[in-house]
């Protein structure tokens, strides 16, 4: 009887999510709404009639909290037009004026396109801020100008040139005499033998797979066409001054500012939980980097943001002992959902003169609601790298580059030689037209799905939360008392649930999930999964996870102590100090030892257990006896461990050791 009580409280959470959804699809139908906020009745209502009966959709109101909240609820508004002052609230004397509205405004949609619309003729009284798009005098018959100027600017948002291009280039069907080999499906859809090929990914996509051959259709690497121009409208909704798509993915994007701002002999610090190809763009670049540790949280193995007080001793550290000390990379938010303060380090970087990379892979929808913002953008960080297509609309692979380094016309030549270093000269076509069109959804319906999703996580999260055997951490959960004080927040789009008391390790419920409930999640440790939610979601998704979830619950595990909280308690990040720089290490002559036999010797290769999913060792990097320690404890639990190969590593050789010394190439700790 409880149980059913209880699912009875939790479908009754699931069927208010559905009227929510059927709302948002309705908006998602709708056209655009232009918000009008004046402080004048009469004012109002005429300027209401007048651009309806010129074909604008108008929500009207009189006071600076009802625009607030209507802006919260209606992801449909995409333009507001509002008076230089207005009274707070209805009924109120109080009053709100100038930009303070507008800035308010921006923080709550910042893709919402703003117009000053006012009695006001003096404009010296007046400012832009540089957010408000255009002004109009009420004084004036400007109503079909206001049409105008809006349409204008809604067409730009809701155009996606790339896509629209080589949509209409496709149905060109213009006989192919160029790469690719396929010939636009010709040589599958003919063929006895892969013709399946050619049915399950369909005509259009073959018809659209074309090759840099084609003028009309730009060129990646040298764009001054139409991707150039898809590049500046992804700017312009990202908050960046320059945008590069890139269809090699973020792991080639960071390899290629790496490789941009830091030269031979350069120091960066980075966090040591960062994304592999961080490491791999050291050993391109030639540089030293000085790995900052993150906080860790031993109770769950969830490695969080490296607290600020470490990096700006850090920073402070680097530059007293004359290190050439050029940039920081960070990974914001982190794989957890676990988001950095990161305007306050941005402030504290830029005021030392060091560059700030921002990896944000799993936060590339942040400009969009106001739950994220700021991002890396908009809190002033100088480059970031975004995966567009693990959170947003577009394909895999398909990553962009943002730039608001106000340093970077004078590099812009060497980025893009960097650039074409490592980017294919056959880009996919397809996958440059899914950052078109997820740039476009985003600008368009963005705020409406981010809202649609926060609505699922927390119904999801409640649903769980009524198990027994199953709880999803909150922040204080996830979080290590060292950056309690950091003003760290948390993406409720990243669901982490403890299963430590299912009776059940997270790998057999992971098991359990894929191969019973055909449910696929996105990682594990030792005692918890995440589930990674996107603008994909649906009430479907969510109702089969818990429903999963119960009937595990129900079923009997025997899972004894695995030793999953000694490794969780054990598990130490200090770390040994990097004799060589990575790149030296990489390439140095080497031989592989046991395990036992490597102490004091200069690790040649990383070796990462996975999870926790952090290097304990890097190129370059000297191995220890408690480091040797670690990873025979983790060896012993049967933990995979990538980089120790049948218990051997790769180490440098005697003979290469003091070759690197006799050069002078040893990093002076």
């Known amino acids: 009887m409880k149980i059913s009580q209880k699912n009875a409280r939790v479908s009754k959470c699931f069927y208010s999510f559905g009227a929510f959804q059927m709302n948002a699809n309705k908006m998602s139908q709708m056209n655009y709404s232009v918000l009008l906020?004046?402080?004048?009745?009469?004012?109002?209502?005429?300027?209401?009639?007048?651009?309806?009966?010129?074909?604008?959709?108008?929500?009207g109101c009189l006071n600076y909290e009802k625009a607030c909240e209507l802006l919260k609820i209606d992801g449909s508004i995409h333009v507001v037009l509002s008076e230089w002052s207005l009274p707070v609230r209805e009924g109120s004397d109080q009053k709100i004026e100038g930009l303070e509205i507008f800035r308010n405004f921006m923080a709550l949609r910042h893709e919402v396109t703003l117009f000053?619309?006012?009695?006001?003729?003096?404009?010296?009284?007046?400012?832009?801020?540089?957010?408000?798009?255009?002004?109009?005098?009420?004084?004036?018959?400007?109503?079909?100008?206001?049409?105008?100027?809006?349409?204008?600017?809604?067409?730009?948002?809701?155009?996606?040139?790339?896509?629209?291009?080589?949509?209409?280039?496709?149905?060109?069907?213009?006989?192919?005499?160029?790469?690719?080999?396929?010939?636009?499906?010709?040589?599958?859809?003919?063929?006895?033998?892969?013709?399946?090929?050619?049915?399950?990914?369909?005509?259009?996509?073959?018809?659209?797979?074309?090759?840099?051959?084609?003028?009309?259709?730009?060129?990646?690497?040298?764009?001054?066409?139409?991707?150039?121009?898809?590049?500046?409208?992804?700017?312009?909704?990202?908050?960046?001054?320059?945008?590069?798509?890139?269809?090699?993915?973020t792991s080639t994007s960071n390899k290629v500012l790496i490789q941009t701002l830091l030269k031979p002999g350069d120091t960066i610090l980075l966090d040591r939980n960062c994304h592999k190809s961080v490491h791999y763009g050291m050993i391109i670049s030639g540089a030293e980097p000085i790995y900052l540790m993150p906080s860790v949280n031993n109770k769950y193995g969830i490695f969080g943001p490296i607290p600020k007080k470490r990096i700006i001793e850090a920073m402070d550290d680097a530059l007293a002992r004359k290190k050439k000390l050029k940039a920081i990379i960070l990974t914001n938010c982190t794989y957890d959902g676990l988001i950095y303060d990161i305007e306050d380090i941005v402030k504290e970087a830029h005021s030392r003169g060091i560059k700030v990379i921002v990896d944000e892979a799993w936060f590339g929808y942040a400009n969009f609601h106001r739950e994220f913002y700021p991002s890396a953008m908009a809190a002033g960080a100088d480059y970031a790298t975004q995966s567009t297509h693990k959170t947003m609309s577009a394909f895999s692979q398909a990553s962009m580059i943002h730039v608001n380094d106000s340093d970077f016309e004078d590099i812009q030549d060497f980025f893009m030689e960097n650039f074409n270093m490592h980017a294919s000269t056959s880009p996919q076509y397809p996958m440059i037209a899914s950052l078109d069109i997820a740039r476009k959804q985003m600008v368009m319906e963005g705020y409406t799905l981010l809202q649609r999703v926060l609505e699922l996580s927390d119904l999801l999260r409640k649903s769980i939360n009524s198990l027994k055997k199953f709880r999803v951490l909150d922040l204080p959960d996830m979080i290590s008392p060292e950056i309690k004080q950091d003003n760290i927040r948390l993406d409720h789009t990243k669901i982490t649930i403890d299963i430590s008391q299912s009776g059940y390790s997270s790998k057999e419920i992971e098991h359990i999930l894929l191969t019973k409930h055909n449910i696929q999640i996105e990682k594990s440790t030792f005692n918890t999964i995440t589930i990674l939610l996107t603008i994909g979601a649906t009430y479907s998704r969510i109702n089969r996870l818990y429903l999963a979830l119960e009937n595990i619950e129900k079923r009997t595990g025997n899972r004894r102590a695995n030793g999953s909280e000694k490794i969780l308690k054990k598990f130490n990040l200090e770390v040994s100090p990097i004799r060589f720089r990575p790149r030296f290490s990489f390439y140095a002559d080497t031989e592989e030892l046991p395990l036992e036999d490597t102490e004091e010797r200069i690790s040649a290769r990383m070796v990462t257990p996975y999870p926790p999913g952090i290097p304990l060792l890097v190129p370059g990097q000297i191995v220890t006896q408690?480091?040797?320690?670690?990873?025979?404890?983790?060896r012993?639990?049967?933990?995979?461990?990538?980089?120790?190969?049948?218990g051997l590593i790769k180490v440098l050789t005697k003979q290469e050791e003091e070759r690197l010394n006799n050069r002078g190439f040893n990093i002076d700790d």
């Open 37 to 59: 906020v004046d402080n004048q009745a009469e004012s109002l209502q005429q300027s209401t009639r007048e651009l309806k009966e010129r074909g604008l959709n108008i929500i």
């Open 116 to 249: 000053l619309y006012t009695h006001i003729t003096d404009s010296q009284m007046l400012t832009s801020g540089g957010i408000i798009n255009g002004y109009f005098f009420k004084g004036e018959d400007v109503y079909d100008d206001i049409v105008r100027k809006i349409k204008a600017e809604m067409r730009d948002k809701r155009s996606a040139p790339f896509y629209e291009r080589l949509v209409e280039y496709a149905k060109k069907a213009k006989d192919s005499w160029h790469t690719p080999g396929h010939a636009s499906g010709n040589s599958v859809k003919n063929s006895p033998y892969v013709r399946s090929f050619y049915d399950f990914f369909g005509e259009n996509l073959f018809t659209a797979d074309v090759s840099v051959s084609v003028p009309e259709l730009d060129s990646l690497l040298h764009p001054n066409g139409v991707i150039k121009e898809a590049q500046e409208q992804a700017a312009r909704a990202f908050n960046a001054r320059y945008t590069f798509f890139s269809t090699n993915g």
């Open 626 to 634: 408690k480091i040797i320690s670690t990873l025979q404890m983790y």
């Open 636 to 646: 012993n639990y049967g933990i995979e461990i990538h980089g120790l190969e049948s």
